[in-house]
């Protein structure tokens, strides 16, 4: 039984209000991002079923943010490389702020069309793109569920 199958056991019917992302930076020990996860339409490209997380640092107040965009929907039991799954990082304390995208990701994950629940684990290697890059290795794991009423964000 692969891990996203393991995640699924949960037998209390959850609500988006309980959306959380264990999101691990670097090795160090995981962080609970807060996580909305719907389909959102994006200008020109299409509506992809989208994760996005943020973690408030409560020492610093500054914001980690993490988005996942599914280029294709998850299906059982396949893997999802980083063609059909991107993933974007940001940290406001960096001074100055940067954008990192991935570059290689690896995904197990499971999503069920009925019930608008998603769960699994992504490893995401991430950089800034520059000609020196900067990079951080990601690993998320996550079970969500998106609110009925919000199957469809628009991106302006």
Known sequence: MNLASELTTHTARRTALD???EISIDQVP????RATFSRVSYPDQGDFLTITSTYR???????KTVKIIFREDPADDTLQRSST????YNDTAENPP???YSTTVVADVHYDPDTLAINGVINAHVTDGLED???YELQIEFDLVAESSARLTAVK
């Open 85 to 88: 799954v991107q993933v974007f």
């Open 57 to 63: 640092d409560p020492s610093d107040d500054h914001i």
């Open 98 to 100: 940067s954008e990192y």
């Open 133 to 135: 890059p900067e990079g």
């Open 19 to 21: 959306n959380v992302c």
């Open 30 to 33: 995981p962080l609970p991002f």
